[in-house]
Nanobody, 123 residues
Framework: QVQLVESGGGLVQAGGPLRLSCAAS????????MGWFRQAPGKERESVSA????????DYADSVKGRFTISRDNAKNTMYLQMNNLNPEDKAVYYC????????????????WGQGTQVTVSF
């Protein structure tokens, strides 16, 4: 059983930065592949980024590549998503997720999910 809690969402201006955090309750955080996903109203949930258990491999959706950076601090049981140069299409509820296994951008492969944090980007 893994509990995940996102934080750091809010309202930002287009072009601005925002950093999301995901805190995990498990004592074995370092064995989990982690991912960030987002869902806008009326749209399907989409993959944003994923990171391997040790942080050595990262994957990004084409829409965020070069703007977002995923990272993790296993000593703090925390994963981060640094978002730069935000645009209005980035507005969504952002979820963190965890799984045991290789890095994947498929939401269905993840077993544990946080409650989500809202990111709003204004023009």
């Amino acid at each position: 059983q893994v509990q995940l809690v996102e934080s750091g969402g809010g309202l930002v201006q287009a072009g601005g930065p925002l950093r999301l955090s995901c805190a995990a309750s498990t004592r074995t955080f370092s064995i989990y592949t982690m991912g960030w996903f987002r869902q806008a109203p009326g749209k399907e949930r989409e993959s944003v980024s994923a990171i391997s258990s040790g942080g050595g491999r990262t994957d990004y959706a084409d829409s965020v590549k070069g703007r977002f950076t995923i990272s993790r601090d296993n000593a703090k049981n925390t994963m981060y998503l640094q978002m730069n140069n935000l645009n209005p299409e980035d507005k969504a509820v952002y979820y963190c997720a965890a799984r045991q296994g290789i890095v994947t951008m498929l939401a269905g492969a993840y077993d544990y999910w946080g409650q989500g944090t809202q990111v709003t980007v204004s023009f």
